[in-house]
């Protein structure tokens, strides 16, 4: 089944119209159009992750519908621009969208990766302001 299909099915299933969909995760109504009817290629990883909560499913199963995880020797590879690697590059925000994440062995639920990534975006707003004023 191609992505788009893959797509289509999983929106009709959660009871979203295409335009309801792209309104709940922040994207266009015609691009979501144009994906499921096979016009647009496969999304980038972080149109998946914004898809991937109204959706209510794993962002890491819609990145393995994608081809952006692929089974290799036992472990999962993460494929991006067409290569291989085994050393994925990590997104801070969308490690935090994964449903089973711990930290100093405990399980995070929701409302504590919301917590952390409220840290982590106002930490990065004094990191951006010293930096910025590094350059004065």
């Given amino acids: 089944m191609e992505f788009g299909e893959y797509l289509k099915k999983l929106r ?3 009871g979203f119209s295409i335009r309801k969909l792209a309104l709940a995760a922040g ?3 015609s691009y979501l159009s144009q994906i499921e009817t096979g016009q647009r290629g496969i999304p980038s990883h972080r149109i998946l992750r914004k898809l991937a ?3 209510k499913v794993d962002y890491e199963e819609l990145l393995r519908a994608a081809g952006y995880l692929v ?3 036992g472990q999962y590879i993460f494929l991006e621009d067409n290569k291989y690697s085994s050393e994925p590059i990590l997104d801070l925000e969308e490690l935090l ?5 711990r930290f100093k062995g405990v399980l995070l639920d929701e409302e504590e990766k919301e917590e952390f990534l409220e840290i982590l975006e106002f930490s990065w707003k ?3 302001k010293r930096k910025m004023r ?3």
């Fill in 53 to 55: 909560r109204p959706l």
């Fill in 134 to 136: 590094g350059r004065s």
């Fill in 27 to 29: 994207v266009s109504n």
């Fill in 97 to 101: 969208q994964l449903p089973r994440l």
């Fill in 126 to 128: 004094l990191f951006q």
């Fill in 71 to 73: 089974l290799r020797e």
């Fill in 12 to 14: 009709e299933k959660r």
